[in-house]
């Protein structure tokens, strides 16, 4: 690693704000992520903002009827939460099929949302990465690409949003709660949280330099069977080739978000209404601009079955 230095934030507001006052400072959590890119000298950060100490790892009522999850909460305890595995199965089920216990035990609610991607690229620092380094170029793009993203992909990053999580909340339409570092907060919705690759795959996100997620709010519970089903290469502690978080309703109609097949959770509110005519009519719609590899491309009728064994 490279030498950093250290501070603990006693409030979100204080923590925004010393986050814009050091150049290249990064907010720590659980680590799970970053502190494995700080020992492969991806990420670099001068300074580190512990948050640990901060009361953001409670999971409350709304006034509306719906939930409002601590960005601390970890989640082992997101997934065993009462209400959420009663009106949120969608959720649990997903986190449950992320990662193995002891990094769920460690993993944070915001820290998940903010997962970088896994594609091997990215992690070789002797590959060009977009992501890494703008502007060195993607080593993905014309070299193995079974994992990569076969839809919202750019020619300049193919790689996919590793998340689990972030997939459940997408169907279930969560927003994000932030702090600016001058104190502001402000709302983001989970379907403009994450970005498309685009010229600049560096952007993940649509935070600002300093701002830090406080919480996750879900609406009230809308009801329906809720799955989640994840195909990956062995059964456990592997990332999504293919993932479904589907509600469906009784009448046939229902919402889907996919997972492993783009930069983002991939959601397309337009596509929904082909919902009752079925897995094959579904799946046309998610991926009518699916441009994919000789290594990826299996994805296609994959995201199809997958649909076909969810509904």
């Not at 702090?179 to 952007?203: C, E, K, M, S």
């Not at 978080?245 to 959601?267: C, F, M, N, S």
Request: proline content about 6%; aromatic content about 4%.
């Amino acid at each position: 690693m490279k030498p950093f230095t250290y501070e603990r934030a006693t409030s979100p507001a204080e923590a925004a704000a010393a986050a814009a006052r050091s150049t290249g400072a990064r907010f720590i959590a659980g680590g799970t992520n970053l502190l494995d890119l700080m020992k492969l000298q991806i990420e670099t950060p001068a300074h580190l903002i512990d948050i640990n100490d901060l009361a953001l790892d409670r999971i409350e009522p709304t006034a509306d009827g719906g939930l409002r999850i601590g960005a601390l909460v970890r989640n082992t305890d997101l997934a065993a939460n009462e209400r959420v595995r009663r009106d949120y199965a969608v959720l649990s089920r997903a986190l449950l099929a992320g990662a193995s216990g002891q990094l769920r035990n460690q993993a944070t609610t915001a820290g998940n949302l903010l997962q970088r991607t896994r594609c091997p690229y990215f992690y070789d620092t002797n590959q060009p990465c977009n992501k890494r380094q703008p502007g060195s170029g993607c080593g993905a793009i014309g070299g193995y690409s079974r994992h990569h993203a076969i839809v919202g992909a750019s020619n300049a990053c193919i790689a996919t949003h590793p998340s689990d999580m972030a997939v459940a909340m997408r169907v279930l339409d969560a927003a994000v709660e932030t702090v600016r570092p001058n104190g502001a907060t402000r709302i983001i919705p989970i379907a403009d949280f994450h970005r498309l690759p685009g010229n600049t795959p560096h952007v993940e996100n649509a935070l600002e330099p300093g701002e830090l997620i406080t919480a996750v709010t879900l609406l009230r519970p809308v009801g329906g069977r809720q799955v989640y089903r994840k195909v990956r290469d062995r059964a456990s502690y592997a990332f999504a080739l293919v993932s479904v978080a589907a509600i469906l309703q009784p009448d046939g109609t229902g919402r889907v978000a996919l997972g492993g097949v783009a930069h983002k959770p991939w959601r397309m509110e337009s596509a929904e209404p082909n919902l009752p005519r079925g897995a094959k009519a579904m799946a046309a719609a998610l991926l009518a601009d699916a441009r994919t590899t000789d290594d990826n491309a299996f994805k296609v009728p994959l995201v199809e079955r997958t649909l076909a064994s969810v509904l």
